[in-house]
């Protein structure tokens, strides 16, 4: 019989709760697999109590304190869970991660997963000109889970990149599927995680999505954070560089968001510029983010880049962001994300509430005074 042993494990330069958790997740899987002494087979059950500094204790002897505080309560509730956090809250929302990787890892299998898809609109037309892939869960479990939620979870645990496939793929298919009904969509802009571009192969991947269903290259569109992109290495700019080339357009999105500087930005293979809505909700309201705006679209143009705006609410902010030269507008203003069967009918209805173009308002007065 072997008797019970504590060891302690030092996490550092930890950014995130769901660190932790992933942490978490890998040590009971090891637990899981039997250990062999002395030619015999052993199976362990480990109990795990966590404390954060400096919310859990200032000292090491009050971290330790908080730790085994928690793990007794762990062993002594000996339940499904063989793990606690000395705080409440914390703990709650570990429970909810690690059940949301759990979730996750059957959601493409049992369909859970589908594609919505938000216009954006050409300012100098007023028309759709391309849409925005944004990926949808619910489960009957966890219900519907925001992506800002579950999306940092299968990053974590790798199942972002069987994700991000199936995304591409099914974008991909749709999109031949309306090329095929002779309805214009224009591009579809399809957004990869930053960990996504650690696949030495991902430009082969998507050659190959774009060679089954037989799709020119500029019908796609790749959307990375700014922050995922300051967080690359090389070998992941290597990767844009091969996406780059097979004649996919490349945008930043939520620019301004992050800590980019203009030398990063210029030596990027990029196409393509969104504006943050945090910078758009402003307009109207703060002189500084409409002065950052216009810097934003002024250095974009200047690099030769589109711009995008989302997060579009309010007519107002639409004519602003027009008059100051940005080439693409998204947001509710003129519709919410919808599933594939509707997008059929914002095409063939136009149903777009669009300001009046510089164009159409120059016809309006001659048509008036010839009047």
């Known amino acids: 019989m072997f008797n019970q042993t504590e060891l302690g494990l030092l996490l550092t330069d930890i950014k995130q709760i769901d660190h932790i ?6 040590l009971q899987d090891a637990f899981e697999i039997s250990f062999e002494v002395k030619e015999q087979e052993i199976y362990a059950s480990a109990y795990i109590g966590i404390s954060i500094f ?8 009050d971290l330790y304190s908080s730790a085994a ?10 339940g499904s869970n063989r793990y ?36 954006q609109i050409e300012t100098s037309s007023g028309r759709v ?31 972002i990149n069987s994700i991000g496939y199936w995304v591409l793929y099914g974008a991909c298919k749709q999109l031949r599927e309306w090329l095929d009904s002779s309805l214009e969509v224009g591009s579809l802009a399809v957004n990869v995680s930053g960990v996504q ?13 774009l060679t089954e269903f037989d799709l020119n290259p500029h019908f796609l569109e790749i959307e990375l954070t700014e922050s995922s992109l300051v967080d690359s290495d090389d070998k992941s700019f290597a990767v844009l560089e091969q996406i780059k080339e097979l004649g996919l357009q ?23 510029i969104k504006i943050d809505r945090s910078f758009v909700t402003d307009i109207g309201k703060d002189t500084n983010a409409e002065k950052l705006i216009a810097s934003i679209v002024s ?24 008059a100051l030269g940005c080439e693409l507008l998204q947001g509710y203003l003129y519709s919410r994300p919808v599933p594939q069967e509707e997008v059929a009918k914002i095409l063939t209805m136009q149903l777009i509430n669009r300001p009046e173009t510089a164009h159409e308002s120059n016809e309006r007065d001659e048509s008036i005074s010839e009047a």
């Not at 400096?54 to 002897?61: A, C, R, Y």
């Not at 505080?69 to 000996?78: D, F, G, L």
Request: with cysteine; glycine share 6%; net charge negative.
């Open 54 to 61: 400096p919310h859990d204790g200032q000292t090491v002897e």
């Open 129 to 159: 000109a391309a849409f925005e892939v944004l990926l949808r869960w619910h489960n009957p479990q966890l219900g519907d889970v925001n992506p800002d939620e579950f999306i940092p979870v299968a990053e974590q645990s790798g199942l």
């Open 69 to 78: 505080n928690a793990c007794s309560y762990a062993e002594k509730n000996n």
């Open 197 to 209: 571009l650690c696949q030495p192969d991902l430009a082969n991947r998507i050659h190959e999505i």
């Open 21 to 26: 958790t992933w942490v978490i997740k890998r």
């Open 84 to 119: 606690v956090f000395a705080s409440q809250s914390i703990n709650a929302m570990a429970i909810r991660q690690l059940k949301i990787e759990s979730c996750l890892r059957g959601a493409i299998e049992n369909n859970e997963l589908q594609l919505y898809y938000q216009p």
């Open 299 to 322: 250095m974009a143009h200047g690099l030769e880049l589109k711009v995008v705006a989302e997060g579009i609410e309010e007519q107002h902010q639409a004519e602003h962001l027009t």
């Open 250 to 272: 490349i945008t930043i999105d939520d620019f301004g968001t992050g800590y980019s500087s203009f030398s990063y930005i210029k030596n990027m293979p990029l196409s393509c």
